[in-house]
């Protein structure tokens, strides 16, 4: 019998009899216990004793009398079979567990990645992981048991001996005996054991390990730590059962041979041993072991078949091999890098895959992680760029030789600054030449002089970053007058969103990763400007009713005559058409004088006004006359068909006649009087200039300010200024007022300095009295000498028409002849006097039509004279 093996016999029934139980010997007390008869009873054998015969036990139901029922065999069933526990024979592992884990850290999208993150990624954008790795692990150790059953069979054979001896009868006669058969026949039996042994073996789940996937974990500086969980993955399914074992057959009892007849003749025969001869018998009634495997069904597939058999449970096959997870199992897309990280290259990254011991494992295993290797770096770059530039105001820029390579800056102007966002940076995937918005974090320019916002609400001092949102391309602002001229560099910049508070910046664009700004320079040239002309009086008495209230009155009127119908950048002045320069026959306003020009050797008043830095003691305006002649109808005043022709002019001064103006000869000198009676310098102007000469120009002495002013106003300014000759004029600092500014002023500013940033020029022009005009490049001289000389009357001399003036207008700044600054009117890049609204054709009041040039002032009568008049010395 195997220990731990099951038995089971049925006990028969009987009609006085109950069965008790068994026992190993007849010797053995009853036992105790109730096993109904006819039912099957079944025991497991606990490995007590070895080997031993039962006896079935019974006892009467009265209670009278234990025993075997009369007629009833209470031999034991035959015992079971033999079996050495089942032992390990061979055992198959079976393993997968390295996951061929690898993992990736890409810019979005998967496939189309804008980014290659080993040369650089943006913060703000955003980022992916996906790993693969297989689908599941597993590690297995099947074993195959192995035992012997060995059965003990009896044969039992019946002989039949027979024999006859024969035997000694008397004869009849009574005489002697004779010999008569006798025949004897004795049955004997014979019992013959063999021992018949069947192995068996089968297979057990020693181990079984199967792990499926729990997580994966990506760690990288751009993100911190993602853990990503599978999606759309199943795990394998399986099951197992460890019920594997071993089934012997019953025991097949006493086997019987066929009986035979054994024939000794006279003596009885022997019974022979036929131990050999029933071994097949035995063999053949034992049958072979059934077995069971324990059972595996992995993702549909058995693997240990537990299918019951003989002798040998089959061969266990080999666990699937798990495939690749496809790729969006692992796979988390969207991770956006936070602003906060700064730029960094080729920051490693590391991992961790965790597999997780399913249920229904066996024998050990637990939570398995395993790095993962080989994952790519990532380097974190925001890109920003800056290409700055400012508007170029060409169409105000009255340098006589405008700055290379600098935007021109027009003192009391806007000004358009361009912070675009677009760019080139460096020539890697996503970077390139496009719009870097998404990352700027802020926009700034810095200017190095005071500016105001476009409608001037708001007052940014210099040096002051100021912030432009990050969507404006362009920012207009606004240049104070007060801002001294010169070059300057505007300063700009462009932070990135991730910049740390110690950022540092590279020129236009941050293509190494070190700095988090881009930085621009835009050189400007800050200019000012010479404009507003107008003549504001003429001394010919047939116009001071234009110019006075009434006859002999200093009062003015009001009327002046501009350049045009504009204001300084082209806006409409307001004043009527009339009120325009050239002063001309036509521009007079009363009626009656619609033929009235101006007679030479009357002088007329102007003033114009500059901004900028002229206001220093050796600054000043060159003026430079031309002179032109037109005929009265406006047509053709020589053989040429010129309608208009430059001209020389002569004039007698004492002794010397005919001296031409600009010559070396004309040494008449002009002087000017600022503070004239006629001229209505306003008081507060006088005052203010006064009042910055008495700080600034050193010309105080002993006197306190107040005192300075009044000699300033009273005596200084009604002195007489020398501003040259007919042919040039210098008006000096002398002539110069300043012009209080109409607006606040900001506290930071220097006030002096503010309001002496408008200046107004004060002058006046005439022609001699009795001028001689001929066209330019005549020799006056040789034509006297061959004509037998020159008086008023010779033909030579042009009459019948005007003398136009005509202004060349420059400024002179530190005295600086040789480089005059700005240009009324011949600057390269503009012209004042036309943005002024000059218009080069002009009808009189006859509808004779006369083409002008620019800087034209004044038509003089060529054939009348102040001394023509009752007096050369008008009142007025």
């Known amino acids: 019998m195997t220990v731990g093996k099951d038995y089971s016999f049925t006990p028969p029934t009987h009609p006085d009899y109950e069965y008790v139980g068994f026992k190993k010997s007849t010797t053995d007390a009853a036992p105790s216990g109730s096993i109904t008869p006819g039912n099957p009873y079944s025991f497991q054998y606990d490995g007590s004793f070895e080997k031993y015969t039962l006896y079935m036990y019974y006892k009467k139901k009265d209670g009278t009398d234990n025993g075997c029922p009369p007629g009833q065999s209470c031999e034991p069933p035959p015992s079971g079979p033999n079996c050495t526990d089942p032992a390990p024979a061979q055992t198959i592992n079976g393993q997968t567990m390295d996951p061929s884990v690898s993992a990736v850290i890409k810019a979005d999208s998967r496939g189309s990645e804008k980014f290659d993150v080993l040369q650089g990624i943006p913060t703000s954008e955003s980022l992916y992981g996906n790993v693969k790795a297989k689908e599941y692990l597993y590690q297995n150790a099947f074993t195959q048991m192995k035992g012997v059953c060995t059965f003990e069979v009896k044969v039992k054979k019946t002989y039949i001996l027979e024999w006859d001896p024969g035997k000694k009868v008397p004869n009849p006669d009574g005489?002697?005996?004779?010999?008569?058969?006798?025949?004897?026949?004795?049955?004997?039996?014979?019992?013959?054991?063999?021992?018949?042994?069947?192995?068996?073996?089968?297979?057990?789940?020693?181990?079984?390990?199967?792990?499926?996937?729990?997580?994966?974990?990506?760690?990288?500086?751009?993100?911190?730590?993602?853990?990503?969980?599978?999606?759309?993955?199943?795990?394998?399914?399986?099951?197992?059962?460890?019920?594997?074992?071993?089934?012997?057959?019953?025991?097949?009892?006493?086997?019987?041979?066929?009986?035979?007849?054994?024939?000794?003749?006279?003596?009885?025969?022997?019974?022979?041993?036929?131990?050999?001869?029933?071994?097949?018998?035995?063999?053949?009634?034992?049958?072979?072991?059934?077995?069971?495997?324990?059972?595996?069904?992995?993702?549909?597939?058995?693997?240990?078949?537990?299918?019951?058999?003989?002798?040998?449970?089959?061969?266990?096959?080999?666990?699937?091999?798990?495939?690749?997870?496809?790729?969006?199992?692992?796979?988390?897309?969207g991770h956006v890098i936070s602003k906060t990280k700064t730029n960094k290259s080729s920051q490693p990254s590391t991992g961790e895959i965790f597999y997780n011991l399913m249920d229904g494992s066996i024998n050990g295993g637990s939570n398995r992680s395993f790095p993962i290797p080989g994952i790519n770096p990532v380097t974190v770059h925001t890109p920003v760029v800056i290409y700055a530039s400012t508007t170029d105001d060409k169409a105000h820029n009255q340098k006589t030789n405008p700055a290379g390579g600098r935007n021109a800056?027009?003192?009391?102007?806007?000004?358009?600054?361009?912070?675009?966002?677009?760019?080139?940076?460096?020539?890697?995937?996503?970077?390139?030449?496009?719009?870097?918005?998404?990352?700027?974090?802020?926009?700034?320019?810095?200017?190095?002089f005071d500016v105001y916002t476009a409608d001037k609400s708001r007052f940014i001092p210099k040096n002051t970053w100021v912030s432009i949102p990050v969507m404006q391309t362009a920012a207009t602002f606004f240049l104070p007058v007060w801002v001294d001229e010169g070059f300057y560099d505007i300063q700009f910049r462009t932070i990135a969103e991730n910049a740390p508070t110690d950022f540092t910046a590279e020129p236009q664009a941050n293509l190494n990763l070190a700095h988090h700004a881009a930085t621009d320079i835009v050189p400007v040239d800050v200019i000012g400007r010479l404009y507003d002309f107008h003549l504001t009086d003429i001394a010919d008495y047939n116009w001071e009713k234009v110019f006075r209230t009434q006859a002999g009155s200093a009062n003015p009127t009001g009327v002046s005559y501009w350049v045009g119908q504009n204001e300084i950048d082209g806006d409409p002045r307001g004043n009527k058409a009339i009120y325009t320069l050239p002063i001309r026959p036509g521009s007079h306003p009363l009626q009656g004088y619609k033929n009235v020009s101006v007679k030479t050797g009357y002088h007329f008043k102007f003033d114009f006004k500059t901004k900028g830095n002229m206001f220093g003691p050796l600054d000043g305006i060159r003026i430079t006359p031309a002179f032109y002649f037109v005929g009265k109808d406006g047509k053709a005043v020589n053989a040429k068909g010129d309608t208009r022709i430059p001209v020389d002019l002569y004039y007698n001064a004492g002794k010397n006649n005919f001296v031409k103006i600009g010559s070396a000869q004309d040494q008449v000198k002009r002087y000017v009087i600022l503070n004239d009676r006629l001229r209505n310098v306003p008081t507060l102007e006088l005052s203010d200039t006064a009042a910055y000469k008495y700080g600034h120009y050193g010309q105080a002495g002993n006197m306190g300010k107040n005192e300075y002013i009044q000699n300033y106003m009273q005596s200084f300014t009604k002195q007489k200024t020398p501003v040259g000759s007919y042919s040039l004029m210098i008006l000096p600092e002398q002539l110069?007022?300043?012009?209080?500014?109409?607006?606040?002023?900001?506290?930071?500013?220097?006030?002096?300095?503010?309001?002496?940033?408008?200046?107004?020029?004060?002058?006046?022009?005439?022609?001699?009295?009795?001028?001689?005009?001929?066209?330019?490049?005549?020799?006056?001289?040789e034509y006297g000498r061959t004509h037998g000389g020159l008086d008023s009357k010779s033909p030579i001399f042009l009459k019948n028409g005007y003398i136009i003036v005509n202004f060349n207008i420059e400024s002179i700044r530190q005295g600086d002849l040789n480089h005059p600054y700005l240009q009324y009117i011949h600057a390269p890049l503009m012209n004042q006097w036309q943005l002024e609204g000059f218009n080069r054709s002009i009808q009189d009041a006859y509808g004779h039509r006369f083409t002008l040039k620019d800087g034209d002032i004044l038509f003089y009568h060529a054939d009348k004279s102040s001394r023509d008049d009752f007096s050369s010395q008008v009142p007025h």
């Open 175 to 333: 005489k002697g005996t004779h010999e008569e058969p006798d025949p004897q026949r004795e049955t004997e039996e014979r019992e013959y054991t063999y021992t018949i042994q069947r192995p068996y073996s089968f297979w057990k789940i020693d181990n079984l390990e199967v792990y499926d996937i729990d997580r994966a974990t990506l760690t990288n500086y751009a993100w911190d730590t993602v853990t990503i969980q599978p999606t759309g993955y199943h795990p394998p399914v399986y099951a197992a059962t460890q019920d594997g074992n071993y089934f012997p057959p019953d025991p097949p009892g006493t086997l019987t041979a066929p009986s035979e007849t054994k024939s000794g003749g006279k003596t009885k025969p022997s019974v022979p041993n036929e131990q050999g001869a029933f071994q097949g018998m035995a063999e053949q009634a034992v049958k072979k072991v059934e077995v069971r495997n324990d059972s595996l069904v992995f993702k549909g597939q058995a693997i240990m078949n537990s299918t019951r058999t003989q002798e040998n449970g089959p061969t266990p096959s080999r666990i699937p091999e798990p495939t690749m997870i496809s790729d969006n199992v692992l796979y988390s897309p």
């Open 409 to 448: 800056t027009i003192l009391d102007r806007p000004f358009t600054i361009y912070m675009p966002t677009t760019g080139q940076h460096l020539n890697i995937p996503g970077y390139g030449d496009r719009d870097y918005a998404k990352y700027v974090r802020d926009k700034q320019v810095k200017f190095p």
């Open 736 to 781: 110069r007022t300043f012009l209080r500014l109409k607006e606040n002023i900001p506290a930071s500013v220097d006030p002096e300095r503010a309001n002496v940033s408008v200046q107004k020029w004060y002058g006046e022009y005439s022609l001699p009295a009795e001028p001689f005009v001929v066209e330019a490049g005549t020799n006056v001289a």
